[in-house]
Nanobody, 119 residues
């Protein structure tokens, strides 16, 4: 059974920082690309940051220079360090594990963790 369990969300003031964690189980973590998505109220889910199994990273323009994605393969965990947080970063943040294979792909999601940026 595949599980992605996010943690680290909460309430933070503008300009503050949070570190999200996503612990994976039930998959061979090292061969999956990992990502963080977010969904704000009334908006579609959007990609925030990705890290491939080769540790290549990519970020949404809105978070470049403020967020950093990383992975610890020994702990089967992916992180999202969020600095200089803005009210518009408020959303539910979801962890994603993705792997493309011939004939289809594998796609798993966590349950989400709430991040609220407010004074």
């Amino acid at each position: 059974q595949v599980q992605l369990v996010e943690s680290g969300g909460g309430l933070v003031e503008p300009g503050g920082s949070l570190r999200l964690s996503c612990a994976a189980s039930g998959i061979i973590f090292t061969i999956y690309d990992m990502a963080w998505y977010r969904q704000a109220p009334g908006k579609q889910r959007e990609s925030v940051a990705q890290i491939t199994n080769f540790r290549r990273t990519n970020y949404a323009d809105s978070v470049k220079g403020r967020f950093t994605i990383s992975r610890d393969n020994a702990k089967n965990t992916v992180y999202l360090q969020m600095n200089s947080l803005k009210p518009e970063d408020t959303a539910v943040y979801y962890c994603n594990a993705h792997r493309v294979v011939v004939g289809g792909d594998y796609d798993y999601w966590g349950q989400g963790t709430q991040v609220t940026v407010s004074s």
